[in-house]
């Protein structure tokens, strides 16, 4: 095996093993390993017509003493159940989830990334309907499974501030629909503006609330935040998907004395802020450098144009310290496989 692991990229690859579970006749069956990459499917499935399907982000760290981490994957299988419920499809049960991904990550040991490269294992949880109907309702058979492959960055700048782009020609959920769910839907709907801002130079969009086009949802597949007089903002939106990096953050600010506001976050407010950024699993921590809004004509800007913020560094340092095990984890959050 030659990986260059210091310089992987977001990118798919093969590894040795999957994971996949049906669910029939109104239950779940065993979890079955293969090796193979495809699947095979009725072309009426309603994952393939309707958009019956769901997925999850999380990752697996290697930390010094060369054991394997997996962060608060509890919450993932948390969300998947809420996606399920969202879109009629059969819920996977806490322990099947959390069994699938520590067989899938210990079958592919060997593609867990070496610590210090900053690379790490990512896991790609997918819940698909793929009974056939050809009306618009849900499957009546479900595939689960569970794939990995390393990954470095998904924005290739690293930890390096980037430069994003409001968008008002698109929406990528309503305020009402499915934005607070994973589920492939959201993703189709964002592709258009994000690869118009790929097209302008940016690494990706940043979507405002639909209804008003007033207040800062999210940026592209990675909630937003922004720090203002030691305080951790980040937008409360019902069009957002619930970020556990996020939720983790907030905690962890709170914990470094600072304060915590979870609400609207009015474009013009931008204006204001020391730092901001975009955080998620792929994501990471992004700082963000620049925030173009082409309708009005303006650019915020932060930092000095090269460097993360000193706070946003702070929160960089602590949360990847306690994924990678190199600083203690208070929370609870690692489970680690032995
Ligand atoms: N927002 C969107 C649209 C996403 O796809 C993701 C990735 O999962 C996030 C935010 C970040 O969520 P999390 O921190 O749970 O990975
Ligand atoms: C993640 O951060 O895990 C995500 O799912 C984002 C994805 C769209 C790459």
Known sequence: MNIDWKNLGFGISETDYNVRCYYRNGSWGELEISSSPQISMHMGATCLHYGQESFEGLKAYRGKDGRIRLFRYDENAKRMRTSAEG??????????FQEAVEKVVKL????VPPHGTGA???????????GPQVGVRPADVFLFMVFVMPVGPYFKEGF?????????????????G?????????????????????????????????????YIDEAGPANFFAIRDNTYITPDSSSILPSITNKSLQQIA?????????????????????ETGACGTAAVITPIRKIVDKDTGKTYTYGDGSNPGPVTAKLYERLTGIQYGDVEDPYGWITILD
């Open 254 to 274: 709170s914990d470094m004395g600072m304060k915590i506001e979870k609400r609207h976050i009015e474009v013009g407010e931008l204006e204001t802020f020391e």
């Open 108 to 111: 592919n040991e060997r593609f």
């Open 87 to 96: 879109i009629m499809l059969a819920e996977v049960p806490q322990s099947l």
């Open 160 to 176: 390096k501030p980037v430069d994003i782009m409001i968008t008002r020609d698109h929406d990528r959920a309503a305020p009402l």
């Open 178 to 214: 499915t934005g607070h769910l994973k589920v492939g839907g959201n993703y189709a709907a964002s592709m258009t503006s994000v690869a118009e801002a790929h097209d302008a130079g940016f690494a990706t969009a940043l979507y405002l609330d639909a209804r008003e086009k007033k």
């Open 120 to 130: 790490s294992l990512y896991i790609r949880p997918l819940l698909i309907g793929t």
